[in-house]
């Protein structure tokens, strides 16, 4: 059964940075895209970043250059590494993969605030 298990997220404050990580098991094969939604408190789930096995990446356009997403396809786990913080982007971020199945993490609190 596919598993991931996410880490990283917490109270920072704006301009701090934080690095998200997300452990994915549990599949014979490998995870063909991963990536990180989020979810701010009244807004609906909204795409940050995705990676393919190969590299292949796509931001958010309001993201791009403060966000870098990277993955490392020996141990199936995929990083967000969030720069210069603000308190927009403050929201709960999801973990997905994708290999014959869409599948979520169980999120993780990302909080910007002084």
């Known amino acids: 059964q596919v598993r991931l298990v996410e880490s990283g997220g917490g109270l920072v404050q704006p301009g701090g940075s934080l690095r998200l990580s997300c452990a994915a098991s549990?599949?014979?094969?490998?995870?063909?895209?991963m990536g990180w939604y989020r979810q701010a408190p009244g807004a609906q789930r909204e795409l940050v970043a995705s990676?393919?096995?190969?590299?292949?990446?796509n931001y958010a356009d309001s993201l791009k250059g403060r966000f870098t997403i990277s993955r490392d396809n020996a141990t199936n786990t995929v990083y967000l590494q969030m720069n210069s913080l603000k308190p927009d982007v403050t929201a709960v971020y999801y973990c997905?993969?994708?290999?014959?199945?869409?599948?979520w993490g169980q999120g993780t609190q990302v909080t910007v605030s002084s």
């Open positions: 997905y993969a994708l290999v014959w199945g869409f599948y």
């Open positions: 549990g599949s014979s094969f490998s995870f063909n895209v």
């Open positions: 990676i393919a096995t190969g590299g292949t990446t």
